[in-house]
C-alpha cells in the first residue's frame, strides 16, 4: 500500500517538523519486444537512466523475436532503470523489463516490491502484450495497459483493446506516447491512482 505516514516527516530539536522525506514507489515497466520500453523510461528519467542493451547478432536470430522492429540492432537483456520524482512528496523508481522470453526469469525480481506496473502495448503486434498481461494478473499486480502511438497512430481503439486482452473492468487502459515526458507522465500517474484505490479495497 502506497501510503505517507507522520514518520515521512523530521523533526527540528525543537519539535518543529522540517520538510517531508519523498516515498519511494518501485514500478515496473514492461511489454513484448521493441514496444518501447527503454525510450518510455528514458523520457521520463531525472537521471541518465541505466540501460543493459546488448546487440543483436545472427546467432540470436530465430530467438529473439524481432517482430515488427527488424531495423531494432539492440535488445535489453537485464533492466533499464530510471528515477523521476512527483512534486516534493513522491519519487518513483522506474524498472523496465527485458522484452525477450528467454530472459523472463527476471521478471520476478524486478517486479518484487513494486506498487504496480506499466505494460505497453503497439497495436500493431498485439499479441506481444499477452504474456506480460498473464503475469502481473496472475502475481495480482496492479497494471494499466498503455497504447504506445507510434508515428502518432492507434491500430485499435482502446476498448478493442480493452476486449482483445479480455481485462477486468477495473484495470485502465490509456494512450500514450513513449517519446514524449508528459504523455509518459500521466500514464504513471494513472497507474499511481490505480495502485491506490487497489490497495484501499
Do not use: C
Not at 517531508?20 to 523520457?43: D, E, H, N
Not at 485499435?156 to 494512450?175: I, K, Q, T, W
Request: net charge negative; hydrophobic share 40%.
Amino acid at each position: 500500500m502506497v501510503s505517507v505516514d507522520s514518520d515521512s516527516a523530521t523533526s527540528t530539536a525543537n519539535g518543529s517538523e522540517t520538510a517531508s522525506v519523498p516515498l519511494p514507489v518501485k514500478i515496473v515497466v514492461a511489454g513484448g519486444y521493441a514496444v518501447g520500453k527503454t525510450t518510455f523510461v528514458g523520457s521520463i528519467s531525472d537521471i541518465d537512466p541505466l540501460t543493459t542493451e546488448a546487440a543483436l547478432t545472427t546467432v540470436s536470430s530465430g530467438v529473439d523475436n524481432e517482430g515488427d522492429a527488424s531495423a531494432k540492432t539492440s535488445t535489453t537483456v537485464a533492466m533499464d532503470f530510471g528515477r523521476v520524482g512527483l512534486g516534493e512528496d513522491l519519487v518513483l523508481y522506474l524498472f523496465g523489463t527485458p522484452g525477450q522470453d528467454r530472459f523472463r526469469f527476471m521478471w520476478d525480481e524486478l517486479t518484487r516490491g513494486a506498487i504496480g506496473a506499466v505494460v505497453l502495448l503497439d497495436t500493431r503486434r498485439f499479441e506481444d502484450s499477452f504474456g506480460a498481461v498473464e503475469y502481473f494478473e496472475q502475481a495480482q499486480v496492479p497494471f494499466v495497459v498503455a497504447v504506445n502511438a507510434f508515428h502518432g497512430e492507434l491500430h485499435h481503439s482502446l476498448e478493442e483493446v480493452r476486449m482483445g486482452l479480455d481485462l477486468d473492468p477495473d484495470v485502465p487502459v490509456v494512450a500514450t506516447d513513449a517519446r514524449s515526458r508528459e504523455r509518459t507522465k500521466a500514464t504513471l500517474l494513472e497507474l499511481v491512482e490505480h495502485a491506490l484505490v487497489r490497495a484501499a479495497h
